[in-house]
């Protein structure tokens, strides 16, 4: 069973960055994909983007790319989310979560069955 625990999250004003981390153990991440998944107030939780674990391939939601960008560093068995130019609408718990399916891309957080405890990244106007 993976373990997997987000950091990063705060509060920062529009326009401004940050960086998530998840850090996973407890597992063999060869044929994983990860993901960052957020859920704002009163809605769904919705994709923001994605990573296979063993090739690097890349997936974003059409609303944060070219702001947002993920990436692993397969050495630390972590996945990065790195976030510019938020916008208030970026207001969410952002969740880390990873699938052993293997297809590709996969965005639907049923498809996920490992999640983290969620951080919160809050963006003032």
């Known amino acids: 069973q993976v373990q997997l625990v987000e950091s990063g999250g705060g509060l920062v004003q529009a326009g401004d960055s940050l960086r998530l981390s998840c850090a996973a153990s407890?597992?063999?991440?060869?044929?994983?994909?990860m993901g960052w998944f957020r859920q704002a107030p009163r809605k769904e939780r919705e994709f923001v983007a994605s990573?296979?674990?063993?090739?690097?391939?890349?997936y974003y939601a059409n609303s944060v790319k070219g702001r947002f960008t993920i990436s692993r560093d397969t050495a630390k068995n972590t996945v990065y989310l790195q976030m510019n130019s938020l916008k208030p609408e970026d207001t969410a718990v952002y969740y880390c979560?990873?699938?052993?399916?293997?297809?590709?891309?996969?965005?639907?957080?049923?498809?996920?069955?490992?999640w983290g405890q969620g951080t919160q990244v809050s963006v003032s106007s």
């Open positions: 407890g597992g063999i991440f060869t044929a994983y994909t």
């Open positions: 979560a990873c699938t052993t399916l293997r297809m590709w891309p996969l965005t639907a957080p049923r498809d996920f069955g490992s």
């Open positions: 990573i296979n674990w063993s090739s690097g391939s890349t």
